[in-house]
């Protein structure tokens, strides 16, 4: 017999909710989740929201895992062999399980050019890193930060909103254009503009300079900002080392192949969240998001599973994201294709839905007030029939 029913890898969003889900659902065998963070399993969204601002504790941000469940923190799974349904963790310690999950989450993309690793530049992925940059802006006046899309401009509202001054490098044309599309882009950079917040847009990240400690962003177009501190927001790579180490298969894309059930290529190991590439049965094709409750809800769904129900997870990603309390964006989707745009509400009164259709269909929606209209885009999604325009 195993050691363990169920082992999982990454006490994060996915991993968490994986363990909550399989004692709601009547699993009673044991349970390890194993997670390297020096942190029980807390909301990470909040890392660049009101936790960056101080507006809530350390223990405000975290999630509460079952008594039942042994959670072992500071804690690495070095290898997994999903033949043999072994596990070895940095404790020492080995186990075998009857079911495994890799939540393993995402590393932060990191920039190589001159200066790179000057003091001062930040990147932001968990706790630690928020305590650094809220620590690290107390003496701050000039933030950059390196990137346009949301951990950039989340993290730039939130400065802000504590008095610093920011700007924003981005190959895009505008802040939070890349993903929603030049309508909602213009939008969000009427709010961040109205704010004080700069940005150079259309242009790349160059050297930083300074002696010890960053003073000067220079990008490849030539500007020269100064700049305090910096934040680079550049994107995330899914955390697939463990996987590869264990010849689970890997998409091109570099997550975790997974079945429209989230199944692995190893039966009775799974993968959720960021490092997941799932077979999606509302899409019809391969989809990998890095979205908090989509994580939750993968891991929520194999906990499901592994109690008993057979389902395909059938979830739509729903995304959200707050600039301070200026404004809250939520979308579903995710819209990665569109060749029209439908707006309903009042992009001027900052009350509005845009539906993204693809022809003729629709691929996904943004909101800003409306968050009922989501509810409609996603039944048309799963629809998947044309859409008749004057019924949204
Ligand atoms: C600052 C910030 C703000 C965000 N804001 C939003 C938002 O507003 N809205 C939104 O939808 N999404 C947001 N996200 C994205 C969201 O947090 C992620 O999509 C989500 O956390 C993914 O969950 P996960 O379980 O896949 O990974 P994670 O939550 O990253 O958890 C993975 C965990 O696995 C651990 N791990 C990895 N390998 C091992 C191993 N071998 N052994 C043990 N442990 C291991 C990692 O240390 C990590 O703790 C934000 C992300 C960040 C960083």
């Known amino acids: 017999m195993a050691d363990v029913g169920v082992l999982i890898v990454g006490a994060g969003g996915g991993g968490s909710a994986c363990a909550e889900s399989l004692r709601e659902h009547g699993y009673s065998g044991p349970v390890v989740l194993a997670g390297r963070d020096v942190d029980p399993p807390y909301e990470r969204p909040f890392c660049s929201k009101d936790y960056l ?5 350390r223990e405000e941000t975290y999630l509460g895992v079952p008594d039942s469940v042994d959670l072992r923190i500071r804690t690495s799974v070095m290898k997994l062999d999903p033949e043999a349904k072994s596990a070895k963790l940095s404790s ?17 993309k990191r920039v190589r050019v001159g200066g790179s690793d000057l003091d001062g530049i ?27 899309s949301y951990i950039a401009c989340e993290v730039a509202a939130s400065l802000t909103s504590e008095g610093k001054h920011c700007t924003l490098v981005m190959l895009e044309d505008g802040p939070l254009s890349l993903h929603f599309g030049a309508t909602a882009g213009g939008f969000f950079a009427g709010v961040l503009r109205d704010h004080g917040i700069d940005w150079v847009p259309n242009d790349a990240l160059g050297r930083f300079e300074g002696e010890g400690r960053v003073r ?16 680079v927001g550049i994107g995330v790579s899914p955390d697939v080392m463990l996987a590869r180490s264990a010849g689970l298969e890997l998409a091109d ?10 199944e692995t290529s190893a039966p009775g190991v799974y993968a959720a969240g960021d490092a997941c590439d799932y077979d999606s049965v509302v899409h019809g094709r391969r989809l990998r998001v890095e979205h908090w409750e989509h994580a939750r809800a993968q891991g929520a769904h194999i906990g499901a599973q592994i109690a008993g129900e057979q389902t395909p997870f059938a979830e739509i990603p729903y995304f959200w994201s707050d600039l301070a309390d200026w404004a809250t964006l939520e979308s579903v989707g995710p819209p990665e294709r569109w060749d029209r745009e439908v707006v309903r509400g009042s992009l001027d009164d900052g009350e ?12 996904g929606a943004i909101t800003v007030g409306r968050s009922d ?7 048309l999604m799963v629809a998947g029939e044309p859409v008749d325009e004057s019924a949204i």
């Open 53 to 57: 601002r101080a507006r809530m504790s």
């Open 92 to 108: 020492g310690d080995e186990l075998t399980f009857e079911h495994a999950v890799l939540a393993t989450g995402a590393n932060v």
């Open 122 to 148: 930040h990147y932001l992925r968990t706790l630690g890193n928020s305590d650094a940059i809220r620590a690290d802006a107390a003496d701050a006046e000039r933030v950059v930060l390196i990137g346009g």
């Open 216 to 231: 000067t962003v220079v990008t490849e177009g030539g500007r020269e900002l100064p700049a305090d501190l910096v934040v």
């Open 253 to 262: 894309a570099g997550g975790i192949v997974c079945s429209q059930a989230l």
């Open 352 to 363: 509005f839905t845009i539906y993204y259709l693809d022809g003729g269909r629709m691929a």
């Open 373 to 379: 209209d989501l509810e409609r885009a996603r039944e």
